[in-house]
C-alpha cells in the first residue's frame, strides 16, 4: 500500500493507494493531528494510523507498504520512516497523474501559500512560490469572506463590476476591505474585487511560465469566480482535476509507484 500525505498549513490530507489506483482519501486538522495523532522519537514524529481511523502502515524494511510525504509541514518534521519530496514536484506529479497531460502551467492555491510551475513533457521546467504574504490564499478568501458576512461558496459566484482593491498585504488588504463596505458599495461588487485581487496576485507568475493550459489545484480551486477570470483575462484553458485538494498526497502516491488512472 502506498500513503500520500500532505502536511498543509491548515489540514494534512491523506491518500491510501494501491499500484493500480486510489482506495482512499482523508483530511484533518493540522493542529489536531499533531497533538492527538503524533509522538517525537529523537528528530522524527510517530504517526498514529489506527488512531486516525486508517489501516496500519508496514513501514520497516521487511515491509511492503510505503509512505511519502510533502507539504508545508515537512520542513518542520519529518515522518518517520516517510521518504520525504518538495511539494513542487508532488503537485506536479498529481496534476499530471488526475489530468493525463504533460504540458501545462500549474496553478495551486493553498491556505497559506501560491505556486505555479511550468511542467513540460511531465517533468517540471520551472517555477514560482509566494510563501511570505497570505494576500493570495485560501485564508485571505476566508477573512474577507467573513468580513463581507458570506459564505465562500457566495463569494465565488461574483465577477461583474468589481470594487478596486489595491492592498497586497492580507491585513491591509481587510482594512482597505472594511472602508470600501463603509464607502456604500454593494456586496456583489466588493466580492467580485476580492476574487480580482486573487488574480492580480498570481498574474505575474501565470504571465511569466505561460501555457495555453492552466491546471489549477488547491482549495482556492472551488473559487468558481477566479476560475471564471483566469479564463477570461488570460485567454487559456483551465482545467480542474477531480480532487484539486488532495493534488499533493495523490503526487506522493504516484512518486511511491501508483500507476492506474482515474475512473
Known amino acids: 500500500m502506498f500513503c500520500g500525505?500532505?502536511?498543509?498549513?491548515?489540514?494534512?490530507?491523506?491518500?491510501?493507494?494501491?499500484?493500480?489506483?486510489?482506495?482512499?482519501?482523508?483530511?484533518?486538522d493540522t493542529i489536531d493531528f499533531y497533538k492527538k495523532h503524533g509522538h517525537k522519537e529523537e528528530d522524527s514524529l510517530i504517526v498514529d494510523f489506527k488512531g486516525l481511523g486508517l489501516p496500519e502502515m508496514e513501514l520497516d524494511e521487511t515491509g511492503g507498504d510505503k509512505l511519502v510525504t510533502t507539504g508545508y509541514g515537512r520542513?518542520?518534521?519529518?515522518?518517520?520512516?516517510?521518504?520525504?519530496?518538495?511539494?513542487?514536484?508532488?503537485?506536479?506529479?498529481?496534476?499530471?497523474?488526475q489530468t493525463g497531460l504533460t504540458d501545462f502551467t500549474l496553478l495551486d492555491l493553498g491556505g497559506q501559500d501560491s505556486k505555479v510551475v511550468l511542467v513540460r513533457g511531465g517533468k517540471v521546467s520551472d517555477f514560482q512560490t509566494n510563501d511570505k504574504c497570505a494576500a493570495g490564499?485560501?485564508?485571505?478568501?476566508?477573512?474577507?469572506?467573513?468580513?463581507?458576512?458570506?459564505?465562500?461558496?457566495?463569494?465565488?459566484?461574483?465577477?461583474?463590476?468589481?470594487?478596486?482593491?489595491?492592498?497586497?498585504?492580507?491585513?491591509?488588504?481587510?482594512?482597505?476591505?472594511?472602508g470600501k463596505i463603509i464607502e456604500g458599495h454593494p456586496i456583489g461588487e466588493l466580492a467580485a474585487g476580492v476574487n480580482y485581487t486573487i488574480y492580480k496576485r498570481v498574474k505575474p507568475m501565470l504571465l511569466q511560465l505561460a501555457s495555453p493550459v492552466i491546471v489549477f489545484t488547491g482549495g482556492v480551486a472551488e473559487n468558481k469566480a477566479l476560475c471564471k477570470i483566469l479564463r477570461e483575462e488570460l485567454e487559456v484553458e483551465v482545467v480542474i482535476p477531480k480532487y484539486p485538494q488532495f493534488n499533493g498526497a495523490i503526487g506522493c502516491c504516484v512518486h511511491g509507484g501508483m500507476r492506474g488512472s482515474l475512473t
Open 5 to 28: 500525505m500532505d502536511l498543509g498549513s491548515r489540514n494534512v490530507k491523506i491518500v491510501l493507494a494501491e499500484e493500480s489506483g486510489i482506495k482512499g482519501f482523508y483530511v484533518y
Open 75 to 97: 520542513n518542520t518534521i519529518r515522518i518517520k520512516r516517510g521518504e520525504e519530496i518538495p511539494e513542487i514536484k508532488a503537485h506536479a506529479l498529481g496534476a499530471g497523474w
Open 137 to 178: 490564499s485560501g485564508r485571505y478568501l476566508e477573512n474577507m469572506a467573513a468580513i463581507l458576512g458570506i459564505t465562500l461558496e457566495e463569494l465565488s459566484s461574483y465577477t461583474q463590476e468589481p470594487v478596486d482593491l489595491s492592498a497586497t498585504c492580507a491585513i491591509f488588504g481587510e482594512s482597505e476591505l472594511v
